[in-house]
């Protein structure tokens, strides 16, 4: 047999120990635990951290071997899309919507991730783990970067790209739902941290954002999204797959962890369910070319995938979260109730909503029959009819938000599809108001850290969100309107998509490409 | 039994890797969408650097199939000669 010419000198398990394990130290001069002071807080208890091992053994110098080919063939084909007119591609400029909500609300919690994973690789006191947190911090800032620099190609042409992490991210009333999940999460410790982001966000529900919108950008012509969001995409198999390791390392640790970890597990898949409620109207709405429904996929990557991870976690007492029973009822209203919500306040939105035709009403339907033509159907109608007569329904004012999750109060009774939730609490001799009992659970489990959030509606009624100068006792004063231009988002961006400059654009741009006037 | 999954962006670098694992598999079942290939297998699946390289004619570290990964589902193993996805139960 021949010699191979590149055989390794070391076997991979060989070598992620000396580059892992081999690279720790005993400290002498200070105490572990004051070095590691984050470690204990949480109550969870680790007696050997060596038990921790990346599955995949990746060590620093594999990583940056296959990062850098990623990053080559990621800007070899941006290079190609912007010197091929790339933009002219997709289906319909309606689809940029969907890009425009991911730009906004989902680059900027990449960038929080990488700081999050920063974070816990300092302050857990096991190697494995820091390694591995070390490769995801670093993953996430290029997630944050690359997608800044795919969907760059798009502000030129189009609105609504201009100030999504610079200034949308902390003050838009929609995109406090995605900023406020990974507050809570960052604010948490190190352990409860993995759970949110590693386990819950990266296992569980990471499979119904990144492949549905993937695959529905390679089905709409967008070829910028689909190769940032493949190459980054290449990196969540690992990052998973450290959540998973993560939650089992805890759980056979110690038997005291279970109810910790279990509490968490319910919080996190509650708070993840509901930042995805913005995915569901992505898939059910804003493709122009649809792959499947927000309710086929959460049969898919949550009903069977989650339904097969917990039936492993059960060994170790772990439960399926309460709130699955709510979210079965949910997956059949979810997306219509929310759009309809969108389609109604865009006159205060950094992208553009639009009523579906009758074709994409036709789809609905038949992805829903229980639901769309009994409850949402008719009111599509009617905003059609009034939109018919030049007299398109916008809301006034904006909508009271959750205090946990900060969607505003949309959704409905488990039992009532036709009963807004409210749910309240006492904290302090205030009242708190939630959306659901999920979120009000996890409101009454720690008041403290929940009274603090910023919500964007109140603040902005409270007069905190405006530009500086601003008189609000002026004549024909709109908060509102003030608001949004605290937002950076100019009248052009907002609205709905029929008589938008994206729309005209488009049409002419695309016009131009095929014909010689 | 549940099931297991890998998935992989569809293009000339995974022709070859789909194909080996689908024979290494004969339990494994193919789903094409867009831009992406999943391969779906009841309770295990198991990819072999030989297969992979007996179709590419070279040499194959096992770690290249990160960069055309997209995502998987199952506990994770491995090593110089393969990866392996199981669930335990
Ligand atoms: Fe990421
Ligand atoms: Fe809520």
């Known amino acids: ?517 | 039994m549940s099931t297991v999954f890998i998935a992989f962006q569809t293009n000339e670098d995974t022709r070859p890797i789909v194909e080996s694992i689908l024979a290494d598999n004969p339990h494994a079942v193919l789903d094409e969408q867009p831009a992406m290939v999943k391969i779906n297998a009841e309770g295990s699946l198991v990819i072999k650097r030989e297969s992979i390289e007996e179709r590419i004619g070279r040499d194959f570290d096992l770690q290249e199939l990160q960069v055309n990964l997209i995502t998987l589902s199952g506990y994770l193993d491995e090593d110089d000669d393969q990866l392996t996805l199981a669930w335990k139960n």
């Open chain 1, 1 to 517: 047999m021949d010699m191979k010419a590149n055989k390794k000198k070391l076997g991979l398990k060989e070598k992620y120990a000396h580059m892992t394990r081999g690279l720790d130290w005993e400290t002498t001069y200070q105490p572990k635990d004051k070095v590691f002071p984050q470690a204990t807080f949480e109550g969870i208890k680790v007696h050997d951290w060596d038990k921790w091992e990346d599955p995949f053994r990746l060590t620093m110098d594999a990583y940056w071997k296959y990062q850098a080919e990623k990053e080559r063939k990621l800007y070899a084909v941006l290079d190609a899309f912007a010197q091929n007119n790339g933009h002219l591609g997709i289906t319909d400029a309606r689809y940029l919507s969907a890009v425009k909500l991911f730009l906004t609300g989902i680059s900027p919690l990449e960038y929080m991730a990488h700081r999050g994973f920063a974070a816990a690789g300092r302050n857990f006191p096991g190697v494995g783990p820091r390694v591995a947190c070390l490769m995801q911090s670093i993953d996430e800032v290029r997630h944050a970067q690359t997608q800044i620099h795919a969907l760059s190609n798009y502000n030129k042409f189009y609105e609504g790209f201009h100030a999504g992490a610079s200034h949308q991210i902390e003050r838009l009333w929609y995109l406090s739902v995605p900023k406020s999940f990974f507050d809570d999460a960052f604010s948490a410790g190190p352990f409860e941290w993995m759970i949110a982001i590693g386990f819950s966000f990266e296992y569980v529900l990471t499979n119904l954002l990144f492949v549905p919108f993937m695959s529905g950008a390679a089905y709409n012509g967008d070829m910028a999204t689909v190769t940032f969001g493949f190459s980054a995409q290449s990196d969540e198999a690992r990052h998973m797959t450290l959540g998973l390791e993560c939650i089992k390392f805890m759980l056979e640790q110690d038997p005291d962890n279970l109810p910790i970890v279990q509490k968490w597990i319910d919080k996190w898949a509650w708070r993840g369910i509901r930042v995805l409620s913005l995915v569901s109207t992505m898939m059910d709405y804003m493709l122009p070319k649809r792959v499947m429904s927000w309710k086929e996929a959460w049969e898919i990557y949550f009903e069977q995938n989650g339904g097969a991870l917990f039936n492993d976690l059960a060994k170790y007492g772990i439960k399926v979260p309460d709130c699955i029973a709510q979210c079965t009822v949910d997956k059949e209203h979810q997306s219509h109730q929310l759009w309809l919500t969108l389609c109604t306040h865009s006159h205060a939105m950094g992208l553009h909503t639009w009523l579906p035709d009758a074709e994409e009403m036709d789809w609905l339907s038949a992805k829903y029959p229980n639901t769309f033509d009994k409850y949402y159907r008719p009111r599509f109608d009617e905003l059609r009819e009034r939109a018919d007569k030049g007299e398109r329904f916008f809301a006034n004012t904006l909508p009271m938000l959750c205090q946990v999750c900060q969607i505003p109060m949309l959704f409905t009774e488990p039992d009532d599809p036709t009963k807004i939730c409210y749910r309240e609490s006492e904290f302090q001799g205030e009242k708190y108001h939630t959306c659901s009992d999920g979120c009000k659970h996890i409101f009454d489990d720690e008041p403290e850290k929940y009274i603090q959030a910023w919500l964007p509606v109140y603040q902005l009624y409270q007069g905190n969100c405006w530009p500086e100068g601003t008189d609000p006792t002026a004549e024909g004063f709109n908060p509102v309107a003030k608001y949004l231009e605290w937002c950076h988002i100019d009248a052009k961006d907002t609205g709905d998509y029929e008589g938008s400059s994206d729309q005209a654009n488009f049409a002419a741009w695309r016009g131009a490409a095929t014909q010689n006037t």
